[in-house]
Every structure is written in structure tokens, then in C-alpha cells.
């Protein structure tokens, strides 16, 4: 069977079928930090690279041929739904979601969608705002401990506070991430430590059953945003590629990204740039942004980290620069105001749409199971490249077929 690479960004031409890619991610995110497609029938990241799957058969493919089978995989999306087994809604429960900050749609989105999925449960949640400050992570669960909570969604890193989320395990708080690492990944704290958290999404990969390690899983969507980049420049891409050093998921996703990007013979990668997230608030990372355009006037291809970082900085240096027609954009997650971006031609060609309002909900849902005492169950979820092309809807947010907001509901006994 071949399969006809899509007109647009992409060259024309057909590419072998190599082994079937599904694996989840989460990039995000997109991320990483990541917003989303909306709607019930929303996805989030999830998808493929040959290095992502179990070994097999398949004889080995170049990297052009090997990113275009991704990208067509990606084109069509990768979402399957969440577990529909019965998981009975814990009685009375009462947690604190702590978000990185509200400030930024790639924490607000999928703590909010936390906070509705909590209240459908039938319990009361409580957002606390760490406005960026990661310093402040240590009063946020002591602050979550002294409200009496019985769980703790946690949008920061547990290395950030590993003696408070210590201290709240020990009394029995259960503790379950939001796009962020226990305190046993040593990006945070240069060492590992000692795992403070209670529970954690199950994923798995294809129909296999296997686990999926959250390294692997992330850096799954910067090994897609690459293959992207390397087939829409037809292997010759020449890139600056920018991320959120502050973000563990963001470092692994970018690791993913430079990583396939290296494999790349005929392409380049001109400069990474790092920042940090007051950067996005005060300008500066318009700044570095517009002075990495003036360094590299030869840059075909641009890489942002999520979203707000492509919304408030990058497109805009993009469209100033009068480079929008020179340049691919990739990045995002798959927000209405990134598509609005692709619609328009200002500074963005393509995003991975993830859907991190389902993450919200996904993670609640593994809350919910520890508190009965239950594992984890799949949580289903996704991805889709969008570009011009492909899968951008006339106006709004990108659709789906999975109603996971439906899912949980029925499964929790609900509604």
C-alpha cells in the first residue's frame, strides 16, 4: 500500500508503509505545558515514532521516509478513548489542584478542566495559583494541607517541594501529576529522590499492554514536531528551536525534538533557545526571539515549546520580521488562537493538537481510583497534526470523535 503524502507544507511524492506508529505522548505538548483542541470530543498528544514502538520486522528506513510515515499517521490522528470500565465516584472527597500558573493557557486549560472534572465528581477543589514562582511550590502544599484536602493535583514538578509533598503523603494525601515528574527524575534536583507521589496516568502502548515510562512518552512529541519539520523542508531544514527550561516535560519533549533532528543528514539546527516562564510575561523572550532571527537570517524552521510561547512571542517576531513566507512555524497545541494563527499566515504553518482538558480529566480519574483503592485505568487519548490542509476547521477548535468527557461520566456513575 502506499500512502500519498499530502499537498502544502509537504512534498508530493508517496512513501513506504513502515511499521503501524502508536504511542502515546503528551506533549503537549505540548505541552508541554500544553492547551488543546476544546470541546468534549477533544485529544490529547499521542502518536509516533519508529523508536517509540516494541522491536519487530520492519527493515530499517531513512529519516525522510520515516518522518513522512509519522506525518501521515499524525494527519489522521492517533485518539482512542479513555477505559469505559466501571470506576464508582469517590464520596466526599475534597483536593487542591496547584497550577504553575493561571497567567498561561497551557496551565490554565488543563487545570481548569481538572477543576470541572472534580466537580462532576462531586467534589469540592480548590485552585492554587503559583503565578510562575516555583519557590512558592512549598507553601502551596502547605497551604493544600491546612485546607484538609484529600488529594493533591500537582502542576509542578515534585522537586519544587519534595519535603511538603512528603509530609502530605505521610498523612495520607493522595498526590497524582498534571504534566509534571515525581521528585524521582533528577532534572529538578540534578539527583533523584525519593518518590513522593501516590499514582499516575497508565499508559500504554498500542495493543501490546506495555507500560509506557514518561520519558519515553514525552519525548514522543519532539520526535513528531521534527519529523514534521523534516518533511516539510524535504530534509534541509536549518532551525532555532526554542523551550522552557524550567519545565521537565518541556526538557524531555525537546530532547525528543533535537534528538530526531540530529538524525537528519541534510539538516541543521542553528541555535537552541532556553527561557524561562516571567520571560513570556515581561517581553523578554520577544526579545530573544527577534535578536535569534537577526543572528540567523538563513532559518527555514522554527520549533516553540507550547503554546503561549508561540502566541506571545515567537508568531509575533515571525510576522515583524516579514518572515512568515520563509519560515516554518511548528509548535502550540492546538489552541483556537493557534489556529486562528495558521488561518491567517501569522507565524504559525502547523501545530500537534493535543488536548489537555482531557489530561485534567484523565488525571482526576486516577485520583478518583486511588481513593477506591483501584489502579489506574488507560486513559485513552491522542494526537492530530494540523496544518492549512489538514484538519483545520473554517473557524473554532479542532473536532474529534472521542466524547471522553462522556466516558468518565458513565464510568463514574454520573450522568
Not at 67 to 90: C, E, H, M, Q, Y
Not at 153 to 173: L, R
Not at 219 to 230: L, P
Request: aromatic share 6%; net charge positive; with cysteine.
Amino acid at each position: 500500500m502506499k500512502v500519498s503524502m499530502p499537498r502544502g507544507l509537504f512534498r508530493s511524492g508517496s512513501v513506504r508503509p513502515v511499521r503501524t506508529l502508536v504511542a502515546l505522548v503528551a506533549v503537549a505538548g505540548l505541552v508541554a505545558g500544553t492547551a488543546a483542541c476544546k470541546n468534549d470530543a477533544d485529544n490529547p498528544a499521542a502518536s509516533a515514532s519508529p523508536s517509540a514502538l516494541p522491536s519487530g520486522s520492519a527493515p530499517p528506513v531513512d529519516v525522510l521516509t520515516e518522518a513522512s510515515n509519522t506525518v501521515a499517521t499524525l494527519f489522521k490522528g492517533t485518539f482512542r478513548p479513555p477505559d469505559p470500565a466501571t470506576r464508582i465516584a469517590a464520596k466526599g472527597k475534597k483536593i487542591a489542584i496547584i497550577s504553575r500558573g493561571q497567567q498561561s493557557p497551557s496551565s490554565q486549560v488543563p487545570v481548569d478542566a481538572a477543576a470541572e472534572a472534580a466537580k462532576a465528581l462531586g467534589w469540592e477543589s480548590t485552585i492554587l495559583d503559583l503565578k510562575f514562582n516555583a519557590l512558592a511550590a512549598p507553601d502551596a502544599v502547605r497551604q493544600a494541607v491546612a485546607l484538609g484536602v484529600d488529594g493533591i493535583v500537582s502542576n509542578i514538578d515534585c522537586a519544587y517541594a519534595p519535603n511538603e509533598f512528603g509530609e502530605a503523603k505521610a498523612k495520607g494525601i493522595k498526590i497524582v501529576p498534571l504534566f509534571t515528574f515525581d521528585c524521582t527524575d533528577p532534572t529538578v534536583a540534578g539527583k533523584p529522590g525519593e518518590s513522593q507521589f501516590t499514582t499516575f496516568l497508565n499508559f500504554q502502548l498500542g495493543s501490546t499492554g506495555e507500560k509506557v515510562d514518561a520519558t519515553r512518552y514525552n519525548s514522543v512529541g519532539g520526535v513528531i514536531a521534527a519529523s514534521a519539520v523534516i518533511t516539510a523542508t524535504n530534509g534541509t531544514a536549518k532551525v532555532l528551536a526554542f523551550t522552557d527550561a524550567t519545565s521537565t516535560i518541556l526538557n524531555y519533549t525537546h530532547a525528543g525534538f533535537i534528538s530526531q533532528m540530529k538524525r537528519c543528514k541534510g539538516c541543521q539546527i542553528l541555535e537552541e533557545i532556553r527561557f524561562t516562564p516571567p520571560e513570556l510575561a515581561d517581553g523578554s523572550l520577544r526579545a530573544k526571539v527577534r535578536d535569534a532571527l537577526a543572528r540567523h537570517p538563513e532559518v527555514t524552521a522554527i520549533r516553540g515549546s507550547h503554546s503561549a510561547a508561540i502566541q506571545l512571542a515567537i508568531a509575533p517576531e515571525v510576522v515583524a520580521a516579514k518572515m512568515q513566507n520563509k519560515v516554518i512555524v511548528i509548535g502550540g497545541e492546538g489552541q483556537e488562537h493557534d489556529l486562528d494563527l495558521i488561518r491567517t499566515k501569522q507565524g504559525l504553518n502547523m501545530t500537534l493538537c493535543t488536548d489537555s482538558p482531557w489530561m485534567g480529566w484523565a488525571v482526576v480519574d486516577a485520583l478518583n481510583s486511588a481513593f477506591n483503592g483501584e489502579k489506574p485505568r488507560f486513559p485513552g487519548l491522542g494526537a492530530m497534526l494540523v496544518d492549512r490542509e489538514h484538519n483545520l476547521p473554517p473557524s473554532g477548535a479542532v473536532q474529534h470523535n472521542v466524547n471522553f468527557k462522556s466516558v468518565y461520566r458513565k464510568a463514574w456513575g454520573v450522568g
